[in-house]
């Protein structure tokens, strides 16, 4: 088992971010469909305090309402290019995770194999 002291986290870690950072993006992706739903009220999750506490989707994670300094006047709070960027932002980060996961179950494949890790 990796240990966080040598540089690279734990296998379980990277599994439950990678969690996180689906259920955010299902999120994030609710929030542009529903840009022009009269009242709709952007959500999100605190994702670095998630991932810190060691939450996972399962254990239920807060999520919270965005309120922006200029409302719609329909009462929509969607902010497009915040959206957008907030999606963008965690969809690299989702893959970060993919491949920290791949790479660790790589590593236990060849070392099972008897292979040498490039």
């Given at each position: ?6 540089g ?7 599994e ?6 689906a259920y955010?993006?299902e999120?994030l992706?609710?929030?542009i469909?529903?840009?022009?739903t009269p ?6 999750i605190?994702i670095?305090?998630?991932?810190k506490?060691?939450?996972?989707v ?5 999520l ?6 200029q409302g719609?006047?329909?009462g929509?709070?969607?902010d ?8 963008a932002e965690?969809?690299l980060?989702y893959e970060?995770e993919?491949d ?8 236990m494949d060849?070392?099972l ?6």
């Amino acid at each position: 088992m990796f240990d966080l002291f040598s540089g690279q986290a734990k296998p379980r870690f990277h599994e439950r971010a990678l969690g996180l950072r689906a259920y955010r993006q299902e999120l994030l992706a609710s929030n542009i469909a529903n840009a022009d739903t009269p009242g709709y009220k952007a959500v999100d999750i605190d994702i670095n305090g998630a991932i810190k506490n060691g939450a996972n989707v399962d254990s239920g994670v807060e999520l919270k309402y965005e309120v922006q300094s200029q409302g719609n006047i329909d009462g929509n709070t969607v902010d497009m290019d915040i959206a957008r960027q907030k999606f963008a932002e965690n969809a690299l980060l989702y893959e970060f995770e993919v491949d920290r996961v791949k790479g660790f179950y790589k590593s236990m494949d060849d070392l099972l194999k008897n292979t040498p890790t490039r």
